[in-house]
């Protein structure tokens, strides 16, 4: 009987092992190839664990008065430009969205269902089809190289997700709140504001994840759009450690780490936000 009981765990973890290989591989072989050095690199067998790890593409990329290359030394840049594009194009989007949102899900009128349909098709269009269209339009407009064409360009694509997310999450939120509130003269602004976005921290902070994310990853309207340090982005600066004669793999694999760690930093202080449900509980059935 105890084995019985004891074989299907063994039987799942067995199962498991696997696809914990095939989803940590990468990120072990990332941090490993970062840390190694040309020799170890191209070494036959390879190296899974550096012999001699060195941290010298790190340092060249944190203290480029260090490195020997341009690369290194703009990809810092890159890096905040990234992370202060996101952060705006996210808090955009969570405002902007939550309000349409709850527009589309509380307030009657004709259409809203297609409309909120609409939205997201809107995200459907390629981004190929795309870009023509916009690329005339920021030049017309002087936008190249200037992060608030990438600002735009990214809400164009990231805000229907935000209300689409937050439109399913709102309707979980009990009327019953809202209707005590309209009772005591709240507007609608103050709902939203007061009560709907205050037990909807959990949908908000992952709509706000998964819209940083998308534009963290952002590379296609980057290259297009960026050629500058002035707006360049950390993807487009790790697509240039490919030189047209050799490939700085390890300065590559070191710029991958770092471009990494912020999205799993925030993934790890908001987990439990993400996890927890704070609308159980609120009205007594």
């Known amino acids: 009987m105890r084995w019985r009981k004891i074989l299907p765990k063994l039987l799942l973890t067995l199962c498991t092992l696997p696809i914990l290989f095939f989803i940590f591989f990468p990120v072990l ?31 060249e990329i ?18 905040w430009n990234s992370f202060k594009i996101s952060s705006i194009v ?8 939550s309000m349409a949102a709850y527009a589309l899900v509380r307030i009657s009128f004709g259409f ?32 190249i190289n200037k992060p608030i064409v990438l ?13 689409w997310l937050l439109a399913a999450y709102f309707q979980s939120v009990p009327i019953e709140l809202e209707e005590a509130a309209r ?20 949908g908000l902070v ?12 952002e590379f296609f309207y980057a290259l297009i759009f960026t050629s500058t340090l002035a707006a360049k982005t950390a993807p487009v600066a790790i697509a240039e450690f490919i030189g047209r004669y050799n490939i ?9 780490v770092l471009v990494a760690i912020p999205p799993v930093l925030l993934a790890l202080v908001f987990q439990r936000y993400i996890v927890s449900g704070m609308t159980v509980g609120a009205v007594k059935g």
């Open 151 to 163: 600002i735009i360009t990214y809400m164009s694509f990231a805000l229907p997700y935000a209300i």
């Open 90 to 97: 996210t808090i955009v989007c969570l405002v902007i969205g």
């Open 183 to 202: 009772l005591d003269g709240c507007s609608r602004i103050g709902i939203l504001f007061r009560i709907v976005m205050p037990i909807s921290v959990p």
């Open 29 to 59: 072989w990332l941090f490993s190839t970062s840390l190694s050095n040309q020799v170890e690199l191209y070494a036959v067998p390879p190296h899974w664990i550096p012999q001699h790890p060195v941290l010298r593409n790190y340092l």
């Open 112 to 143: 809203n269902q297609v409309i909120r349909v609409g939205v997201m098709a809107v995200r459907m269009v390629p981004e190929v089809s795309l870009i023509i269209p916009l690329y005339v339009i920021a030049s017309s407009l002087q936008l």
């Open 62 to 79: 944190i203290n480029p008065a260090l490195a020997t290359t341009a690369v290194p030394r703009t990809f810092a840049v890159a890096l």
């Open 206 to 217: 992952s709509t706000a994840m998964f819209v940083f994310l998308l534009s963290w990853d």
């Open 248 to 256: 700085n793999i390890n300065g590559m694999m070191a710029g991958g």
